[in-house]
């Protein structure tokens, strides 16, 4: 679990128990994050966005606003695992 701040603002970025990664992973994708962080004021209680990154691949976060601000890393989708619907019927 990482604590930081956005605009006076306290989040919390959490990883869901089906993500299992090392310590070194989870601030890599802490660190992945603070480059968007000011779009996360954006993003409403129960929203949901997509960080494609080089080494982990599809990294999929939901935002609560209620009762805290908190992300949760809810899974990691490696790229040999995404399927593009036109890819499939060639």
Avoid at 5 to 11: A, R
Avoid at 21 to 48: C, N, P, W, Y
Avoid at 52 to 70: D, L, M, Q, V
Wanted: hydrophobic share 45%; no cysteine.
């Amino acid at each position: 679990m990482f604590r930081f701040t956005i605009e006076g603002v306290e989040w919390i970025l959490r990883f869901s128990p089906q993500v299992s990664i090392e310590d070194a992973e989870k601030q890599a994708i802490f660190m992945s994050l603070q480059q968007i962080v000011t779009r996360l004021t954006k993003f409403s209680h129960g929203s949901a966005f997509i960080l494609f990154t080089k080494n982990f691949g599809a990294i999929i976060f939901e935002i609560e606003r209620i009762p805290s601000f908190i992300i949760t890393v809810s899974n990691i989708i490696s790229e040999e695992n995404w399927y593009n619907k036109e890819s499939l019927f060639k």
